[in-house]
């Protein structure tokens, strides 16, 4: 049998928000509340990850190519970096 979570996430959402909210801990879907908060994290370190490779990429780029070229690789780096930053909340 499919539920909420399964079928409209937003609505499932939504309802989750509501039940904490007025803290009803049995109106909680306990099981795919705790799978979103575990996805959440996760993908946040992903999304840093992704960041500093783009860095470390765009680092060697600068380091390697022709000084044309330095001017966009600097600001990419700056880009990134701030990205990372904010998502680091530092």
Known sequence: MTNLYETDFVQWTEEQAKALNEHNEKALDWENFKEEIDNLGKEQINVVHSFLKQIIIHKLKLDYTNEVRS????????????????LLKI
């Open 71 to 86: 001017l966009c690789q600097k600001y990419m780096i700056l880009v990134y970096l701030i990205f990372v930053l904010i």
